[in-house]
């Protein structure tokens, strides 16, 4: 069965630094994989996906990740964090039937 | 990607009662998937919807719980019943844009947010 698993469920950064929000995930396949962010009291956004056309995928808002397939990981960077970065941040996988398998999120604060 | 709409926004319900979800997008879609977000939680699937056939439940959802209607290939509802204060989440649906040709890809509607009283 496809899981990940969020390593942060905080991270705090100031603006201008660079955020990193760490995912790894388990799947018996080669999966597709998303970050999706949830502004407070707003829906998900998809931010960005995998599907193995190439490792370093660019999303919305300067946000990108890499894949990693010898350390299974799918990590969140930006190099430099705005106030209105904050937000939770879902790592997701893809599983049979297409249905999304949620991690248990990061909560990203950036301090002025 | 598709427009999606979500009514009620919020609500707040008696425990006992029954309240009835809508899910609207602008376009055709076969696949709609009805999640449950819990207080400080991640995102849970109830059920995935396609248009003229039975919702399928994963583990843990029942249909006599969380009836679903998928009557055309814009519209969907989930109806929470006889709730309990533990009823208490965000209600969100998705849906596959096939406008895009992508079809692992799930776009979110806004959420309805229900507190149980």
């Known amino acids: 069965a496809q899981s990940v698993t969020q390593l942060d469920s905080h991270v705090s950064v100031s603006e201008g630094t660079p955020v990193l929000l760490r995912c790894n995930y388990s799947?018996?396949?080669?999966?597709?994989l998303f970050w999706y962010v949830q502004h407070p009291n707003k829906g998900l956004q998809l931010l960005l996906k995998y599907t193995s056309a190439a490792t370093l995928v660019k999303g919305i808002n300067g946000f990108e990740a890499e894949f990693k397939k010898s350390e299974t990981s799918f990590h969140l960077t930006k190099p430099s964090a705005h106030m209105s970065d904050a937000a939770e941040y879902f790592c997701?996988?893809?599983?049979?039937?297409?249905?999304?398998?949620f991690g248990a999120g990061t909560i990203l604060r950036v301090k002025s | 990607s598709a427009v999606i709409s979500q009514k009620p926004s919020r609500d707040i319900c008696q425990r006992g009662t029954s309240l009835t979800i809508q899910c609207q997008v602008d376009?055709?879609?076969?696949?709609m998937f009805w999640y449950r977000q819990q207080p400080g939680q991640s995102l849970t699937l109830i059920a995935t919807?396609?248009?003229?056939?039975?919702?399928?439940?994963e583990s843990g959802f029942v249909i006599d719980k969380f009836p679903i209607s998928r009557p055309n290939l814009t519209f969907s509802t989930l109806t929470v019943s006889n709730m309990s204060p533990e009823d208490s989440s965000i209600y969100l649906c998705s849906v596959e844009d096939p406008n895009r040709g992508i079809t692992d890809t799930q776009y979110f509607g806004p959420g309805t947010r229900l507190t149980v009283l």
């Open positions: 376009s055709q879609v076969t696949m």
């Open positions: 919807a396609n248009q003229g056939s039975e919702a399928t439940y």
């Open positions: 799947s018996s396949y080669s999966p597709s």
């Open positions: 997701v996988v893809s599983s049979e039937g297409n249905k999304l398998v």
